[in-house]
């Protein structure tokens, strides 16, 4: 299957600051990336579909000038925490699909604590 | 509206089987899934069904009813090690968009 990487693995930020996680997609050209987040004890809830080149699709409640979503090459797919507050933190997710789209691999997530 | 249904938790001893259930309602049907996440980590693939019938993989096989809406993850020979959560996700919408249920804690005892 193909491989996903996410940077960083986990950080801890100041309310009010901006956090960058990028997902890169190692071995497979992905023109769509999904965006996940997930609370404790909780399952994973798409935020958004990132489409290479083009805007990105938000969820519903999902704010997309707080959650900045750039997907400028093949395979890279950054998603940016603006003016993070304590109830954004939470584990959050990338994910690349196939070609056939019968299967979607997961980045290791993105652990995000904010103070 | 979309409904993903699958129990919140569930236990089972070492060695046995269980199954793990999953309803759907959603808009558009392209395929269901089973993932595997342990705490802290990102899911798994486990399996996939898009069409009606069992799908056997080793010591897990998965089963989907289209007509019914139901898929059921059954798991032989239990090892702790499969003490995780169980992720029902169905695949819906223009972009296949992953809809997940809220996942089934599975305990397994000795």
């Known amino acids: 299957g193909a491989v996903v990487s996410q940077h960083p693995s986990w950080v801890i930020c100041k309310s009010g600051t901006s956090v960058k996680i990028e997902c890169r997609s190692l071995?497979?050209?992905?023109?769509?990336m999904f965006w996940y987040r997930q609370f404790p004890k909780q399952s994973l809830m798409l935020m958004a579909t990132?489409?290479?080149?083009?805007?990105?699709?938000?969820e519903q409640g999902v704010e997309k000038d707080k959650f900045l979503i750039n997907h400028a090459s093949l395979t890279l797919s950054t998603l940016t925490v603006t003016s993070a507050h304590p109830e954004d933190s939470s584990f959050y997710i990338c994910?690349?699909?196939?070609?056939?789209?019968?299967?979607?691999?997961f980045g290791p997530g993105t652990r995000l604590t904010v103070l | 509206g979309q409904n993903i249904d699958q129990p919140t938790e569930m236990t089972a001893t070492e060695g046995a089987i269980v199954q793990i259930n999953c309803t759907y309602q959603?808009?558009?049907?392209?395929?269901l899934f089973w993932y595997q996440q342990h705490a802290g980590e990102a899911p798994t693939f486990l399996s996939y069904?898009?069409?009606?019938g069992l799908e056997e993989k080793g010591r897990f096989s998965s089963f989907l009813s289209r007509s019914k809406g139901y898929s059921y993850l059954l798991l032989k020979e239990l090892q702790m090690k499969d003490s995780a959560s169980y992720l029902c996700?169905?695949?819906?919408?223009?972009?296949?968009?992953?809809?997940f249920g809220a996942g089934t804690r599975l305990a397994v005892h000795p």
């Open positions: 994910s690349e699909t196939n070609s056939d789209h019968n299967e979607q691999f």
């Open positions: 069904n898009v069409l009606d």
């Open positions: 990132s489409n290479e080149g083009s805007k990105a699709t938000y």
């Open positions: 959603t808009s558009g049907f392209n395929g």
């Open positions: 071995d497979f050209q992905a023109t769509t």
């Open positions: 996700a169905v695949y819906s919408g223009g972009y296949n968009k992953l809809i």
